[in-house]
């Protein structure tokens, strides 16, 4: 994978985050496993190499602004001419058409628009935004599993690539549930229910006696009967409203009550040591450090270790699948702005006096 950059500016996620001796950390983590080369696709000399690099690639993904691409002579129609299997990932704020469409736009518009900020937070309070890039990081899942299609369907019908026109606000408003069937179908927008839900009880998040949380779901009837008669209360199970999910979150002030006041009592150990005895559903509301040395997560291994050329040994989040016969992996950390560019462009048969010629133009870095 290579990651293409402007010479000068670079990836303005560089700067995002906190630093370690003057490294970003997302970023060697966000962009591991890319070679990064430093190219002015702005410059006619830096689209035509551009071209040649996307006539030797499988995948090419853009976030420009509509029309961006297609000003500098680098649109589908003139990539595809020389690649015609190409899959180009468009990924903006709001589509390539629509009123919407050269709108500025971060995941946090979208966030907000999508019904997620409506959804989230006390009753009482505020619409509440992630305190991360949540639709960006849906949009990347989505246009993971967009692409794969794109390759399967070229593999299978004649190797032609094509378009796939991925804005931000898609995924996470599918995410988010059934608000846009409720509103269309009832005419009612779901509120703010902090952390209970309108669909089963109880569902909360609880605090020990040690000072942790926890999180419990009862989302499966049989559970809620385990919570219930776990924490002393066999007679709320026999009420005939506790049969659904739906009803019991009419009467989440009760369930909340009953599980809340067993637990307050309890240190986290044994809450969770009960709870597994009992087949019931709950989780520690962690801290990054506490996951990290989670023996599930361990077992797992969700958390993989890559060494980092300026920082040493570093721990991040592993591959989000294993599979059997092609497992990938993380082998590098994020690397500096144009690592890489003079080994990519000898690939695309440039000698390195056009190479140096370039650099010295401020065409590449």
């Known amino acids: 994978m290579i990651k293409v950059e402007h010479p000068t500016k670079g990836d303005g996620m ?33 689209a035509r190499i551009f071209r040649k690099l996307a006539g030797t690639a499988d995948v090419m993904i853009e976030n420009f602004r509509p029309g961006t691409l297609e000003r500098w002579g680098l649109g589908y129609n003139a990539l595809s001419a ?48 992630p305190a991360f890039g949540l639709a960006d990081s849906i949009a990347g899942v989505a246009g993971a599993a967009a692409v794969s299609m794109a390759l399967y369907h070229r593999g299978t019908a004649g190797g032609q690539g094509q378009v796939i026109d991925l804005d931000l606000l898609s995924p996470i408003m599918t995410a988010v549930g059934p608000g846009v069937v409720y509103a269309d179908q009832l005419g009612i927008d779901q509120e703010r229910t902090g952390n209970r839900s309108q669909n089963n009880a109880p569902r909360n998040t609880y605090r020990t006696a040690d000072g942790h949380w926890l999180a419990i779901s009862t989302s499966a009837n049989q559970v809620a009967e385990r919570v219930l008669k776990l924490v002393g209360r066999p007679d709320v199970v026999d009420e005939p409203w506790f049969a659904t999910g739906r009803e019991r979150a009419e009467h989440a002030d009760l369930l909340d009550a009953c599980v809340g006041d067993w637990i307050g009592v309890r240190t986290r150990e044994e809450v969770m040591s009960a709870f597994e005895s009992a087949g019931a559903a709950v989780a520690p509301v962690y801290r990054p450090s506490e996951l990290l040395e989670d023996p599930q997560v361990k077992a797992l291994e969700l958390v993989t270790t890559v060494e980092d050329e300026d920082l040493g040994p570093m721990r991040m989040q592993n591959v989000m699948w294993r599979m059997s016969r092609t497992p990938g992996g993380v082998r590098g950390t994020g690397r500096p702005l144009g690592r890489d560019t003079d080994a990519v462009l000898a690939e695309l048969g440039l000698d390195p006096g056009t190479i140096a010629e370039l650099r010295e133009r401020g065409l590449v870095k």
């Open 82 to 129: 020389e690649n015609p299997g190409l899959i180009l990932l468009r990924v903006t704020g709001f589509g390539q058409t629509g009123p919407y469409a050269r709108r500025p736009a971060f995941g946090t518009l979208v966030e907000a628009m999508s019904g997620f900020a409506h959804l989230t937070g006390s009753p009482d309070g505020p619409p509440t935004l």
């Open 14 to 46: 560089r700067g995002h985050g906190l630093e370690k001796d003057g490294q970003s950390l997302w970023w060697k983590m966000i962009s591991r496993n890319k070679r990064t080369i430093g190219l002015h696709l702005g410059d006619p000399d830096g």
